[in-house]
Each structure stands twice: as structure tokens, then as C-alpha cells.
């Protein structure tokens, strides 16, 4: 809800003086987002997001570090139905949003480029940037 009205409200003129052609499921979260309203439930949702920031930078601090998978598992397949890609897409959001929503740094790292590659996300405290960069780059190389 958050992410949807505040992409509109960021983008929603140009994209009603210019009329760009999206791909459906991108055209049809832009046409979703241009009927929301700033009303009770965006606040409920903004006041959950705040919270959950108050407490994921608690948690990290100044010294922690989040590990989790770059995404839920491996990409749609080629000619995936759109059930499928939401899927999917829903399922990755849900680990990329961390650092977006509560203003964290994150890096990913390759990890294994087999069949399919791996990545790893790393994901510091608040105003950690260097701190994570100097981290990732000391294990990696």
C-alpha cells in the first residue's frame, strides 16, 4: 500500500501527460495505485512501517548484521504465468523490503554460480554504510 501510493505520487503526473507503455502487471500496480488515498488504512500501514523500523534498528545496533538470502528461492520460469511471477515477486519482496523499508544498508554478494546462481544479502545498522562496505569487502574480496 505504501510503496503503491507513494510511486504514484512520485510518478502518477508524468505517467498521465506521457501515457508509457508498461508491461501489464507493472501497468496494472500504476493503475491501482492512481485510486488510493492517503486515508486511515495508508496511516495504519505507515504507523506499522515505523514501528517496524524503531525495532529492526534496535535490533542491529551499530555492531549487528542481518544474513538472509537474496530471494525466497530461484526465478520464474521462462513463459511462467502471471499467477506464477506474483508469486514469486511477492515471495522476493518480502526479503528485499527489509533494508528499503526501515533505511538500512544492504549489499549482496554472489555467492555460487552453478545451475542457478546463489546470493547472499547483508544487512546493517542505521548509518553502518562504510561499516558494512569495509565488512563484505574484508570477507569477499
Known amino acids: ?50 514501528q517496524f523500523t524503531e525495532k529492526i534498528r534496535a535490533f542491529l545496533g551499530s555492531d549487528g548484521l542481518l544474513i538472509i538470502p537474496t530471494t525466497y528461492g530461484p526465478a520464474p520460469k521462462r513463459g511462467s504465468g502471471a499467477e506464477e511471477n506474483d508469486k514469486v515477486r511477492a515471495r522476493t519482496m518480502q526479503l528485499t523490503c527489509i533494508a528499503g523499508v526501515s533505511g538500512l544498508p544492504q549489499v549482496t554478494v554472489p555467492i555460487l554460480e552453478s545451475a542457478a546462481p546463489i546470493g547472499l544479502s547483508f544487512i546493517s545498522g542505521y548509518g553502518t554504510d562504510r561499516q558494512l562496505l569495509a565488512f563484505v569487502r574484508n570477507v569477499f574480496g
Request: aromatic letters at 12%; proline letters at 2%.
Open 1 to 50: 500500500m505504501l510503496q503503491g501510493y507513494e510511486a504514484w505520487q512520485s510518478h502518477g503526473l508524468w505517467i498521465e501527460q506521457n501515457h508509457p507503455h508498461f508491461a501489464r502487471d507493472v501497468g496494472g500496480r500504476f493503475e491501482a495505485a492512481s485510486k488510493m488515498k492517503k486515508d486511515k488504512a495508508y496511516q495504519q500501514a505507515a504507523a506499522t512501517k515505523q
